[in-house]
């Protein structure tokens, strides 16, 4: 089983790093934080400091796995480039196509795909995860014109042994996707809990389930939101504007027909689709990893197929029944 | 204890209509409904046609609970007048202004005070509800200039006995709360899960716990959400309003500078006050049940103020130590 090497243990990175090790992979981490450093540790895992890290997993061609903020991204590729340039590389962040660019820019030679975990975000550090965290979750990894078919089997087969499932999609097509399902809904829940706030205790004493569930992840540490949304500028403006054309609209009728029906029945179709989506009936067929296979996956991707195993000849997609 | 009848045995009334009879008070139901008669009469309540049920709540001087759509609203009260015009009388309709209003124009000689428990939605029907449907929600009971001590204290009362606080508040301050706690997150859940559809399959296959729980409410049955939202209009165009304000800033502030630290840190200060308000330490008092004392039980509300209990002299109201 190939190695992994993990930098940045925070919830993520800590809980791939226990997540790897669950399944009986080697596996060790580095952090600069000393916190999670010290509890990763504790936890029994190999904490090195992150050159020696980086050039072990140089040594035994581990598969390494960024998991720093993206802010950080641009100083850990450059220690990637100095001691690990042919690496197997992946990474967690939230968004793909900064990354993408990034790694091409300081990193070439390196055998890369990125990945996004779609789980948690209400706790921080090390200690908040668990090898469990991404069980049955998505996980995006991502194919471009000059993904290596090796380093997307590889980013795949760690998801999967995470427990998630693989949606296989451009960097593009995930930071459009990420703007509207995970940005979004963490700018909806800031503004929902200021308005609310803004009615004072009264308001706040009388809120329920909608209001609840609606700022949930307004909990979330403010400078991870801050980090995740600034960084996905251009698809969160796109989603942005759709919503406030869709909200000005559903204000403009309310004021003069004082109707909302088209603004209720169009989200309750789509909060239908939602829900099918997890029941829909699938068609399970497997590709066979040779010449195009990556823009194969992409296009059932798109029609929102999730792979769910990989083994060194073939993937297994599901793909949703029309 | 008093008897309570019970006008409307969807998922709210018939859960009142279970609540008040597990505590063992003479309670009955009446509903134009069939489906709902049926499974109530099944349940072993007992239905009456409404007329019958209203000249049996006047002559046992039961407290008279509407649980009608608003639509319905105006066709109902003119039974109430008709069939018992001195009634004690209640609601636990959405909106609490729009109602008031109508029950002073055409039942004015009713002892009313206006009734909303903050439960339950994304379910309706009889079948869908249970005696524990309110059991620790917030029940708003409102006070006007023209509220009757003991139409206040009749509703209070039943709120308790289905396990629910009060909330003291006037019917405008309710209406503006639930917009923005509300009726505006059902808004937002529509436009959310709209935008995040129109992603396609791929992005409803990424998916997570922000956009599952941001969406939510949006299952709810649409007629019920518009019917409610449209009823609040006045109150959710200001909310709307602050919203597309505090949106657009942020979308401004992402276009201009990139920055949402702002928004964020808003919202997530916001947030913090939901919870706090859940573990505040708070202080009890006794209001002696006499001349002003409904407004100052108002006053308390506006502090975040719950009745715990309400006997026939006093109100224990736990407000939030500042």
């Known amino acids: 089983m190939r190695a992994v090497c993990v930098i940045g243990l925070g919830l993520i990175g800590g809980s791939v790093l226990r997540a790897a090790a669950a399944v009986g992979r080697p596996a060790w981490g580095a952090t600069i934080d000393e916190e999670d450093s010290a509890a990763a540790g504790r936890a029994g895992f190999e904490v090195l400091a992150t050159e020696a890290a980086l050039r072990r997993a140089a040594d035994e061609d581990a598969l390494i796995v960024l998991a720093t903020p993206l802010t950080a ?10 001691n690990a340039p042919h690496a197997l590389l992946t990474d967690v962040v939230s968004v793909k196509d900064a990354v993408e660019n990034e790694v091409r820019k300081q990193v070439p030679t390196a055998r890369y795909a990125g990945g996004h975990p779609m789980a948690g975000l209400a706790e921080s550090g090390f200690l908040a995860g668990s090898a469990e965290l ?10 471009e014109e000059r993904t290596p078919l090796q380093a997307w089997r590889e ?38 809990a200021a308005v609310g706030a803004d009615g004072g205790p009264l308001a706040l004493s009388l809120a329920a389930g909608s209001f609840r569930d609606g700022t949930r992840v307004a909990g979330s540490p403010p400078e991870l939101v801050q980090a995740m949304t600034e960084g996905n500028k251009p698809a969160l403006l796109d989603a942005l504007d759709d919503a406030l054309g869709r909200l000005g609209a559903a204000r403009g009728s309310l004021a003069s027909t004082g109707g909302l029906k088209s603004t209720v029945d169009a ?33 059932l991707g798109e029609l929102g197929g999730r792979v769910t195993d990989v083994t060194e000849d073939e993937a297994t997609i599901e793909v949703p029944v029309a």
């Open 73 to 82: 991204m641009q100083g850990v590729l450059r220690q990637v480039a100095a």
């Open 155 to 192: 980013a795949a087969r760690l998801a999967l042994d995470c427990g998630a499932h693989v949606v296989p999609t451009s960097a593009a097509a995930h930071d459009d996707a990420a703007a509207r399902i995970s940005h979004l809904p963490h700018m909806f829940a800031a503004v929902l």
């Open 134 to 143: 991404f069980s049955g979750a998505a996980w995006a990894v991502t194919i």
């Open 267 to 299: 989200g309750h179709q789509a909060r239908i689709s939602l829900e099918e989506l997890d029941t829909d009936t699938r068609e399970t067929s497997a590709v066979a990893l040779g010449e195009n296979a990556l823009f194969r996956l992409r296009e």
